[in-house]
């Protein structure tokens, strides 16, 4: 009996469980998955937008100003909201990092703890449709608030300490006051996440050897090896299918969910009996944050922890490939060491070790490339040419 049938039969039995599930996390419905907000389109205050970027969405409820950009930055950057004074969001999206906390596989959060996760950059995820690897959450403010409570990260039992800050703080109140015309008790998280995903969603960059190359006109903006690199991106290597780039903009992201044979291999005979239980626990939105973060196992379901779907099993959110080459290592527990790794992981069908058998459960554009060592060589190339100019330093900060 395959794995995929004996799992078929265990979502079959366990579908009513599956539902009340979905239904008391408030996930599942359509207006949640596809992230139905409101937005306008405009650019960020004060700048124009970076070569190769589409207008930046913003939610009408949440729009940007300097002030409120300003004050999200100094919230994303403090430490005392965490138990032990030393961890803030910037810890895991360092700004020399592109955003991210490269070199490390997954992040470190309170006493050096470590998730199951590699942190992704901060940069361009307004454009992102959702938020962390599974997408189980709908927006950078809603995103905002899980990092705070998860004892593998800033370790607070709840956002009282926060809003205790904030509140009493003299430069908050002023803040606050400037931001959001509110002070003291009126100061609620909804203000403090929106501050911080202001911030999150000015933190953009194109402008990169491949953007002035392609949307530029700039013919020496790649060197041979990029532009023979490029091709194999757009035809041999498949990799535009998933990493889109249009005729006006590149997000290098079709922001959907993908098994490409990372991670879920290692627990493929257990995935029947991990599914259900997972299923069977109808755990709450935070009880799944925290589940991902802490559990190993249960982290590998992929998007299956938010839609509750046998075809999401084991599946991921495209990453943008912007300044991919200063932000290793690779896939959503920082497996893959370097982007030649990756390509070969893809050239392989989704396999990363030879001798490893290709998963049940693989999306069905995840097979052999059959490129030679050469074309691995050049897309790698290529994709050292989507670096931003204010990030191409990162690399020499590892």
Not at 124 to 137: A, C, E, L, Q
Not at 168 to 182: E, L, R, T
Request: proline share 6%; aromatic share 8%.
């Amino acid at each position: 009996m395959s794995h995929r049938f004996k799992l078929l039969c265990l979502l079959a039995l366990a579908g009513i469980l599956a539902c009340s599930n979905a239904e008391k996390v408030g996930i599942g419905s359509q207006a949640q998955d596809e992230t139905a907000i409101t937005i306008s389109a405009m650019k960020p205050p004060g700048s124009a937008l970076p070569l190769g970027l589409p207008p930046v969405p913003y939610p009408e409820d949440n729009p940007q100003t300097a002030e409120k950009i300003a004050l999200g930055e100094k919230l994303f950057n403090d430490e005392r909201f965490s138990t032990t004074g030393d961890v803030s969001c910037s810890t895991c999206h360092l700004p020399e990092k592109a955003f991210t906390d490269s070199p490390l596989k997954v992040s470190e959060g309170i006493h050096k703890l470590t998730g199951t996760r590699n942190a992704p950059t901060v940069v361009n995820s307004v454009y992102m449709v959702t938020m962390f690897w599974d997408g189980r959450s709908p927006s950078l403010e809603d995103q905002s608030l899980q990092p705070f409570v998860n004892p593998v990260e800033m370790g607070l039992e709840d956002h009282q300490p926060i809003l205790d800050i904030v509140r009493s703080d003299p430069d908050y109140g002023k803040a606050f006051q400037i931001v959001f015309n509110k002070s003291g008790e009126a100061i609620t998280m909804t203000e403090v996440t929106q501050a911080i995903a202001s911030f999150e969603r000015a933190i953009i960059s194109g402008n990169s050897p491949f953007d002035r190359w392609f949307y530029g006109g700039e013919e020496d903006a790649l060197t041979p090896a990029q532009k023979r690199g490029y091709e194999i991106f757009i035809n041999e290597g498949r990799c535009v299918s998933c990493h889109l780039i249009e005729q006006t903009q590149a997000l290098f992201t079709d922001n959907l969910f993908h098994n490409i044979g990372v991670g879920i291999n290692d627990i493929q005979d257990d995935i029947p009996s991990i599914a259900s239980e997972f299923l069977k626990a109808e755990a709450s939105a935070s009880e799944v944050d925290i589940q991902v973060l802490t559990d190993a196992r249960t982290s590998e379901l992929g998007r299956f922890v938010v839609i509750s779907e046998f075809d999401n099993l084991g599946s991921f959110k495209t990453p943008t490939l912007r300044n991919v080459a200063v932000t290793a290592p690779y896939m959503h527990d920082g497996s893959l060491l370097t982007l030649s790794e990756v390509v070969s992981h893809y050239n392989n069908g989704g396999v990363t070790n030879e001798g490893d058998p290709v998963n049940d459960f693989l999306s069905g554009g995840i097979r052999p490339l059959n490129l030679t060592i050469e074309q691995i060589d050049d897309l790698v190339a290529f994709m050292e040419a989507l670096t931003s100019p204010e990030y191409a330093q990162a690399t020499d900060s590892k």
